[in-house]
């Protein structure tokens, strides 16, 4: 078997540039001598982190050191069989390599450099550094082509020293010269500081990077968790939507099954009694022709004679009896069916209301939460600005919408039609749009008194009772706003009272007619601001909200409005 050249260099320890003594391997896979490596890791053992001086990967906890025998047995053959050149083309510098300082003619390759001699050697030239004592302390390190950096460009002497004042390398004449009583270290000390830094620095990042991958991991379980709760979801969803289609058909079945058992009985009936009415008909002709025929007898003895023959009429059992009814049949069937599906389509309404509340509300991202601080400046606000319309249908009979259902006015009789959804007895409307999430809008009033508010859509909408009223009960919060009649008073103010659950506070705040509304659905959060050339907050109330919420209006005075201002 032939041979294999050996290069010193591949068996040297890269703490001490030697061959190898005593070889151990890290876990990493980085050969050293026992002696250089334990030394390295004693030093580091302060720092409770240990690292390959190579590849700088970092131990916890300082790794047990194995001998490696197949190394041990190669850096023995290389020592009695010495070491073998490198190959020509190899031992001088390329494009990339760093050149022998003290080569004549063609330069070969530097395999080190100096910090001290600021010089770089080939293997040649290197030797010194191993065999002559005072260079033996010198500072050796890979090939370097920045050396030059560490002369002084102003004294052309090596920069040993630094300046902490100025943060900057020196030289032993820059010492005396600009930076004279400044507070000077030597550039080793400085450099052991800053090792210390970095070490920490790399710590403090390599924590940071195992945290993150803990998160990465965490969230990719997470993601697990919700995509196999929502395949769930949506298959349970499935089999629901399943059971509700096929019990509708059900019955749609029984109902059909029905009417047709019903028309088949009242139709046999009817036709019972028609048949028997047929036959009647039928006795009474062949009767009135037995008495037609009589009535054409001309001899009176022969009529006489036949005349009490004939039987006396029965009276009509059926006639008196059938007693027809306005013909609306089954139609009263159809009429419950039908009350039936607007029963079922409020149901649905407003279950799916709360079903796309309950989707929207999950979150789990743990970054970015929707809910955040309440804005300060009235541009912040208008970022959650929406757009609120009113319903129609839930506006009282005096109240008349305009401007695209944005303004409510009071008027004495309007021409809505009626519906079920209507406040029969208290003056007020609600928004046709759910709010959730953060949102804000504007209500601009008249100078008498309105009531901003808003509710959940299942307050109740007959009577005048507190059930109805807005800020009367537990499905609503209102802001009352009524001008200061004090002719007394001097400052322009307004009257508020907020009211929730029949529970009232009063405040007073400056002249304003527009009220700016902030609802942040999520942290529970709904604040009344008066909106001039800058916002101040009237009130501010912390609760729970259980249901998406509705914006809504109450006029109490007759031509008094209120609009819902387009915001940009």
């Known amino acids: ?113 100096c910090l001290v001699c600021l010089a770089s050697y080939c293997e040649k030239h290197l030797q010194p550094h191993y065999d002559v004592a005072p260079l033996k302390k010198h500072k050796l390190v890979e090939p370097s082509k920045n050396l030059q950096e560490n002369i002084c460009s102003k004294h052309g002497e090596v920069m040993k020293m630094f300046c902490h004042t100025d943060q900057k390398r020196i030289c032993s004449l820059c010492l005396l010269d600009e930076h004279k009583g400044h507070n000077i270290i030597s550039a080793a000390a400085e450099r052991t500081d800053r090792q210390r830094e970095l070490e920490e620095r790399r710590g403090n990042i390599q924590q ?47 109902v059909k099954q029905q009417i047709r058992s019903q ?27 037995e008495l037609e025929q009589l009535s054409h007898t001309e001899d009176h003895n022969q009529f006489l004679l036949n005349y009490p023959s004939l039987p006396a009429l029965s009276e009509s059992t059926h006639s008196s009896s059938i007693n027809i009814r306005p013909l609306r049949h089954f139609e009263d069937v159809a009429a419950a069916v039908s009350e039936l599906r607007e029963k079922l389509q409020d149901v649905l309404r407003d279950s799916w209301t709360n079903i796309s509340l309950m989707v929207t509300e999950v979150d789990v991202l743990l970054s970015e939460p929707e809910s955040g601080p309440e804005p300060t400046t009235r541009i912040g606000f208008l970022r959650y600005s929406c757009k609120i319309t009113l319903d129609p249908n839930t506006a009282h009979r005096y109240l008349e919408l305009s401007e695209g259902n944005r303004k409510v006015t009071k008027t004495y009789e309007s021409e809505s039609p009626s519906h079920r959804d209507r406040f029969t007895e208290c003056e007020q409307v609600l928004s046709k749009e759910s709010l959730t999430g953060r949102c804000y809008w504007e209500v601009e009033w008249t100078d008498r008194k309105t009531t901003v508010a808003v509710a959940y859509k299942n307050i109740r909408r007959k009577g005048r009772g507190n059930q109805c009223r807005f800020g009367y009960n537990d499905r609503s919060w209102a802001l009352d706003c009524s001008q200061n009649n004090n002719l007394l008073s001097s400052l322009k103010r307004k009257n508020y009272t907020f009211l929730h ?37 009237i009130h501010r109330v912390q609760t729970t909200f259980t249901q998406p919420l509705h914006a809504g209006v109450l006029l109490h005075y007759y031509d008094d409005s209120a609009e819902f201002c387009q915001l940009k």
């Open 501 to 537: 659950n029949n529970s009232k506070t009063s405040i007073f705040s400056p002249d304003s007619s527009t009220i700016g509304v902030y609802l942040d659905h999520r942290a529970g959060i709904l604040s009344f601001y008066s909106v001039s050339e800058s916002m101040t907050l």
């Open 263 to 289: 028309q088949e009985t009242e139709v046999s009936r009817v036709k019972d009694v028609q048949e028997k009415l047929e036959q009647e008909i039928t006795e009474l002709k062949r009767k009135d022709a």
């Open 208 to 254: 940071r990077i195992q945290d993150r991958e803990k998160d990465v991991k965490l969230l990719q379980q997470e993601v697990e968790a919700i995509n196999h709760s929502a395949d769930k979801t949506v298959e349970d969803s499935e089999k629901i939507f399943t059971e509700l289609i096929r019990l509708l058909q059900k019955r749609s079945s029984d």
């Open 1 to 113: 078997m032939e041979q294999r050249l050996m290069d010193q260099e591949t068996f040297s320890c890269s703490i001490c540039l030697d061959l190898l003594s005593n070889p151990v391997t890290t876990s990493c896979g980085h050969s050293y001598c026992f002696t250089r490596i334990k030394i390295h890791w004693d030093q580091e053992d302060q720092r409770g982190i240990h690292s390959c001086p190579q590849c700088r990967r970092t131990f916890k906890t300082r790794p047990d050191l194995c001998k490696n025998t197949i190394l041990s047995a190669l850096v023995e053959q290389l020592k009695k069989t010495g070491p073998q050149a490198a190959p020509a083309d190899h031992r001088y510098t390329g494009h990339e390599d760093v050149a022998c300082d003290f080569c004549t003619g063609r330069n070969l390759k530097a395999i080190k450099s």
